[in-house]
């Protein structure tokens, strides 16, 4: 391509999300030096491409540093450096939650996702049930299948049952397998009998071919 034009922004923007597809750090990596070496602009578009591959190819400080360095920032590249940094860096996706509502962002069903898993995995189950709360009644988002698994997720890991059985009630719509079984394996390592047998039976009903038992 070179031989015959100059590359654009949505060159690299491509390129770079083809390394993040496959994990291709060091690819990226010299994209970026390539972007850099011969003077284009990294714009909110090419930030937001390098955040993302840098994030997933899990070099985080590459992508804080991207991230920091750039002025203007839309939804997106806040939901990419925010999902990133969910796994290892929960306390820094909650400091940028704050920081994005500051701008004025409004948030999405990513933002949430990403603030939700932060939560998990800092074993904030408290802060993690407001934020969930929050959505609908402060944001007007409706929580997606992703946002209950990840609840379910952080109530049983925390070991609050009671919640749990009263979060899966509540549910608009009836739990996936994943969830049941997640909710199953829960009770059998907290000793919840009601919730499990519940689960037990909803999980033997939704697959007949399994034979299971609380």
């Not at 909650?94 to 994005?100: S, T």
Request: charged content about 20%.
């Amino acid at each position: 391509m070179q031989w015959e034009t100059q590359p654009s922004k949505f060159t690299f923007a491509t390129l770079l999300a083809a390394c993040a597809n496959i994990l291709a750090f060091e690819q990226g990596r010299q994209s970026h030096a390539f972007i850099i070496r011969n003077g284009y602009e990294i714009d909110i578009v090419l930030a937001g491409a390098l955040v993302d591959m840098y994030s997933k190819c899990r070099c985080l400080d590459y992508a804080l540093r991207v991230f920091e360095g750039t002025s203007s920032r839309d939804i997106v590249l806040w939901n990419s450096i925010m999902i990133g940094c969910s796994h290892k860096k929960g306390v820094e996706v909650l400091k940028f939650f704050g920081l994005m509502q500051e701008t004025n962002i409004k948030p999405d069903h990513v933002t949430f996702q990403a603030v939700l898993t932060a939560c998990l995995h800092e074993d904030l189950v408290e802060l993690g049930s407001q934020y969930f709360h929050s959505m609908s009644t402060n944001y007007g988002i409706i929580p997606r299948l992703e946002h209950y698994e990840i609840m379910i997720e952080l109530l049983s890991r925390s070991n609050q049952m009671d919640e749990l059985d009263v979060f899966v009630k509540e549910m608009p719509f009836e739990p996936t397998i994943p969830m049941l079984t997640r909710v199953l394996d829960a009770c059998r390592k907290h000793g919840c009998m009601r919730l499990g047998n519940r689960a037990a039976k909803q999980l033997a009903e939704l697959n007949s071919s399994s034979e299971l038992q609380f």
